[in-house]
């Protein structure tokens, strides 16, 4: 019962802290998203305009090399291409999640994918991005993009994933 009366209380100040104009533009203020932003569950989010806008504007996956978490000139140039759209978003906020392929244990992928969803905040905080805008999970090779036990299946599982919310 707790719990059901919390998510409503959240719920009531998230819908209170936005406003419409009837275009598709997010019109709350930076700070106000940052004060959100707190404990909200990053594992579950929903898709929402900005996430929509966010995916048609730019590439949301990077690629990393086998057992990797540098970030390769191909994953910069995307990555830029997403520090400029958050640049000129600056209510948007994003959750970067690190992935791994199968092989290896759960334990050793956890770490992975946190090293490179780690290095995709810390280039985007060095290109001047408000490291209060970003927060990292990984999920290791618990969410698979694509299923098989192939190279081809491999390369396409070891990604850094930005959800712009």
Known sequence: MKKILLIALMAC?????????????????SSDRLNEWG????????DTKMTTRFNKAVSPIIYFDFNAAYLN?????ILNEQIVW?????????VVEGHCDER??????????????SAVKDYMIAKGI?????????????????FGSTEDAWAKNRRAVTIAN
Not at 13 to 29: I, M, N, R, W, Y
Not at 104 to 117: F, H, I, S
Request: proline share 3%; charged share 30%.
């Open 13 to 29: 100040a998230f819908l209170s802290a936005c406003s419409t104009t009837g275009k598709d533009e997010d019109v709350s203020t």
């Open 104 to 117: 290896g244990t759960r334990e050793y992928n956890l770490a992975l994918g946190e090293k490179r969803a």
């Open 130 to 146: 408000d490291s209060a805008r970003i927060r990292t999970i990984s999920y290791g090779k618990e969410r698979p993009d694509v």
């Open 86 to 94: 958050l640049q000129n978003n600056p209510s948007a906020m994003i």
């Open 39 to 46: 404990d909200a569950d990053i594992t579950n989010l929903e």
């Open 73 to 77: 000139a191909s994953a910069m140039d």
